[in-house]
């Protein structure tokens, strides 16, 4: 199991054990795992929110992450939140028992999973190309996206 962090107070804008996804809106891989998300999480379990929202800002500022430059994805629940490889694996153990083989990779410690994760993240744009701006969910997937009661 990921060994969360852990913040004094229950994150904002979220129901008692939703789980939130924050992602980078403009980068195309990024924009890729939440479509993967959308596609397979069929009992949504997990929620979307990109970084660049203020949805999303809210959720980093809660969390005592950067604001303007992110370079990980993040997994928050109630008052847990996750990063980096962890985060990873805590959005793997949400997906149907068919995708719980990637969950082996655990094995490696995680120094190396991080390490990992840091080349392909910091790495994004040029490998796998960026927006110009964050693009709106569809229609039919907004209601998988966090957003801000009115």
């Known amino acids: ?33 939440a479509r993967f998300l959308i596609r397979h999480d ?32 993040a997994v928050i629940r109630d008052r847990h939140f996750w990063v980096r490889s962890d985060a990873f694996f805590e959005v793997a153990a949400q997906l149907p028992a068919r995708w719980q083989p990637v969950r082996l990779m655990r094995v490696f410690p995680r120094w190396l999973r991080d390490w990992a994760y840091d080349r392909v993240a910091l790495n994004r744009y040029r490998i796998f190309g960026k927006y110009d701006t964050c693009l709106l969910p569809d229609p039919d997937h907004e209601r998988r996206f966090l957003k801000t009661p009115v």
């Open 42 to 73: 069929r009992d949504h379990r997990v929620r979307l929110a990109a970084v660049q929202s203020p949805e999303g800002q809210a959720l980093l500022a809660w969390a005592g992450l950067p604001v303007d430059q992110f370079d990980t994805m």
């Open 1 to 33: 199991m990921p060994a969360p962090r852990i913040r004094p107070t229950p994150a904002p804008l979220l129901k008692p054990g939703e789980t939130v996804v924050l992602f980078d809106g403009v980068c195309k891989l990024c924009n890729g795992w």
